[in-house]
């Protein structure tokens, strides 16, 4: 970062400094309108961004960065070229290329990465960015093991880093609504909370491709990277559609989806770590290249509380939110003493236990509308406050979906000890949680 660019961001952290005292998650956010932004940013004042990872859902997160006047695309990175210059295109007067991540994390000017890449490269791009002094936008999921969730956690905490993992359904005015109803206590104490997502890819599921050889292009052992080395696979590779039917690059459709669904209840009801998690599941139906679950059900014990998750590749069925024709479909149901409420993405709906919520009002809006999930990041990487779903808030939602699927793999119960972030009285399960990394990648085992 350039000496001006230094200097024009401690002034502008003094004066926000003025406004609240940084903090650890900061509820609600400064709007970018209020940060004095002008049609025009002066040019050392404009946050320059890397993207690494540029498929679809990296280069969306990037342009809806890249549409605001104070922030300048510096450097794309991809292991596949075509990949890499269909990002580069609309950035070539201001962005440089790159095929290695760490090349890019090495320069000066570049203040901010967001992180587009498979999952199973996100712990390792994501310390490597801290360590840089990067901020971090992170897609989800966060993390595929425990350490590795952990490990982010530490590192964004240790190098002082501003890091967004990407729910953008967090900044939907739907879910602000939903919290404010659960939170009012109009349903009642709570018992119960029910997650899923369903869609049906049929028998055949993706199909199968039996061409091993990556196309032209492609560097195959650097998207492998630091996790264990398997042959080339189109539909591995082709889109993060895909890449969930294949459970240790993905955490399958679990952790593909869940981060969405599950943070929704975590919010409204504020949870912390879950006491016990049991999972149940497997490959019963689709015979395709893939190996992930198609049948998946978690049940998580917190203190006089349960949620649970179910996942089907392989059945469209649901309840309240639809059914017939194929298609995906999820929800969230809170199940209250007084009342149900449903909800998704985009509507709820209050089921009333006879007439015991006749006397209940819609409380006022509470929760300020989102500036966007990007817009939010970028804020904070001005006022150096933690934006809603940073890693301490979002470990509550990753490490609930990480120690379900250990709990598949295992098959049996995980406990976790919230005070301490810790498998207890499972050895096994203990080291299981830690993944080994592929030379000459290193698990970055001195932030657990």
């Known amino acids: 970062m350039s000496k001006s660019n230094e200097l024009s961001r401690r002034r502008f952290i003094e004066k926000a400094t003025a406004v609240g005292a940084a903090g650890v998650a900061a509820p609600y956010f400064v709007p970018a309108s209020a940060l004095g932004q002008a049609?025009?940013?002066?040019?050392?004042?404009?946050?320059?961004?890397?993207?690494?990872?540029?498929?679809?859902?990296?280069?969306?997160?990037?342009?809806?960065?890249?549409?605001?006047?104070?922030?300048?695309?510096?450097?794309?990175?991809?292991?596949?070229?075509?990949?890499?210059?269909?990002?580069?295109?609309?950035?070539?007067?201001?962005?440089?290329?790159?095929?290695?991540?760490?090349?890019?994390?090495?320069?000066?000017?570049?203040?901010?990465?967001?992180?587009?890449?498979?999952?199973?490269?996100?712990?390792?791009?994501?310390?490597?960015?801290?360590?840089?002094?990067?901020?971090?936008?992170?897609?989800?999921?966060?993390?595929?093991?425990?350490?590795?969730?952990?490990?982010?956690?530490?590192?964004?905490?240790?190098?002082?880093?501003?890091?967004?993992?990407?729910?953008?359904?967090?900044?939907?005015?739907?879910?602000?609504?939903?919290?404010?109803?659960?939170?009012?206590?109009?349903?009642g104490k709570i018992s119960v909370a029910r997650t899923f997502n369903v869609m049906n890819q049929g028998p055949e599921g993706l199909g199968h491709d039996p061409n091993t050889t990556p196309p032209e292009g492609l560097d195959w052992n650097m998207w492998i990277g630091p996790y264990p080395m398997r042959p080339y696979n189109s539909f591995l590779a082709k889109s993060s559609y895909h890449h969930p039917s294949f459970m240790l690059y993905s955490g399958g459709w679990t952790c593909g989806m869940a981060p969405h669904i599950v943070d929704l209840p975590v919010w409204a009801l504020k949870l912390g770590y879950p006491e016990v998690t049991y999972s149940s599941g497997g490959r019963y139906t689709i015979r395709d290249d893939g190996d992930a679950p198609d049948t998946q059900e978690i049940v998580w014990q917190y203190p006089n509380f349960t949620m649970t998750w179910m996942m089907s590749m392989v059945s469209s069925f649901a309840f309240d939110f639809g059914r017939g024709k194929p298609a995906r479909r999820l929800g969230i149901y809170f199940h209250g003493v007084n009342g149900t409420m449903y909800c998704n993405y985009g509507k709820h709906e209050i089921v009333p236990e006879g007439d015991w919520m006749k006397d209940a009002q819609t409380p006022e809006k509470s929760i300020p509308p989102s500036p966007g999930h990007e817009r939010e990041w970028l804020d904070c990487i001005k006022t150096r406050r933690q934006p809603s779903c940073n890693p301490g808030y979002h470990c509550k939602i990753d490490v609930p979906l990480v120690l379900g699927n250990l709990s598949l793999k295992l098959g049996r119960s995980i406990r976790f000890d919230s005070a301490t972030e810790k498998i207890v009285g499972d050895a096994e399960a203990a080291k299981a949680a830690v993944p080994e990394y592929r030379d000459p990648w290193k698990f970055p085992a001195e932030y657990i």
């Open 39 to 187: 049609d025009q940013a002066p040019a050392n004042e404009r946050v320059q961004i890397g993207l690494i990872g540029c498929g679809g859902m990296g280069r969306a997160n990037l342009n809806n960065c890249a549409k605001y006047p104070d922030v300048v695309v510096t450097g794309v990175c991809d292991i596949w070229k075509e990949r890499r210059e269909i990002a580069l295109a609309k950035f070539k007067e201001s962005a440089k290329p790159y095929h290695d991540y760490r090349e890019m994390l090495a320069r000066k000017d570049i203040d901010a990465v967001i992180i587009g890449t498979p999952p199973h490269w996100h712990c390792r791009q994501t310390v490597d960015a801290c360590e840089a002094g990067k901020d971090v936008y992170l897609q989800k999921p966060m993390t595929l093991y425990l350490g590795e969730s952990m490990a982010i956690k530490n590192a964004v905490k240790k190098h002082n880093r501003i890091c967004q993992v990407g729910t953008q359904v967090h900044a939907s005015e739907n879910y602000r609504r939903v919290v404010e109803l659960v939170q009012s206590g109009n349903l």
